[in-house]
């Protein structure tokens, strides 16, 4: 997979995009995602968060596109805990590709060959697995 416009930081919790961090996990609430299958296209949508640290001159929206998708795998949210923790990312990085069976798991913040496989974890216990072509970063400000 490609990271075309942005790297995955090495604390697995956060994106480096024009060299500004964008942490997914405390900045961030998850919005959800949309399955463009016709065209192998995965959307996933971050929105900046209300909290009273996050700096109101970080971008309102992250965007993560994926192109020419292979692999999407689901794992459930665990029924017991809160669903105000569905928008908490908890991890985000990458895991071999011969551990097809693991979900949860990241290994390294790079895509290699034979490890290109994204995780993304979420502290409800939901989780997905994405392989692609490439993924894009766009981010939105209010006008």
Same mark, same amino acid.
């Given at each position: 997979?490609?990271?075309?416009?942005?790297?995955?930081?090495?604390?697995?919790?956060?994106?480096?995009?024009?060299?500004?961090?964008?942490?997914?996990?405390?900045?961030?609430?998850?919005?959800?995602?949309?399955?463009?299958?016709?065209?192998?296209?995965?959307?996933?949508?971050?929105?900046?968060?209300?909290?009273?640290?996050? #700096? =109101?001159?970080?971008?309102?929206?992250?965007? /993560?596109?994926?192109?020419?998708? $292979?692999? @999407?795998?689901? !794992?459930?949210?665990?029924?017991?805990?809160?669903?105000?923790?569905?928008?908490?990312?908890?991890?985000?990085?990458?895991?071999?590709?011969?551990?097809?069976?693991?979900?949860?798991?990241?290994?390294? #913040? =790079?895509?290699?060959?034979?490890?290109?496989? /994204?995780?993304?974890?979420?502290? $409800?216990? @939901?989780?997905? !697995?994405?392989?692609?072509?490439?993924?894009?970063?766009?981010?939105?400000?209010?006008?």
């Amino acid at each position: 997979m490609n990271l075309l416009n942005f790297e995955l930081a090495d604390d697995f919790i956060a994106i480096d995009y024009n060299g500004e961090y964008l942490d997914l996990h405390n900045n961030y609430d998850f919005y959800g995602f949309e399955y463009i299958t016709s065209k192998r296209k995965l959307i996933f949508t971050w929105n900046r968060s209300n909290k009273e640290w996050v #700096s =109101k001159t970080s971008p309102n929206q992250i965007v /993560l596109e994926f192109n020419g998708v $292979s692999l @999407f795998k689901c !794992k459930e949210r665990d029924g017991e805990t809160p669903f105000s923790e569905d928008d908490c990312l908890s991890s985000i990085g990458f895991i071999g590709n011969d551990l097809i069976d693991e979900i949860e798991g990241f290994s390294q #913040s =790079k895509p290699t060959i034979g490890c290109e496989h /994204l995780n993304l974890s979420f502290e $409800s216990g @939901f989780a997905v !697995k994405i392989e692609a072509l490439d993924v894009v970063c766009n981010t939105k400000s209010k006008s």
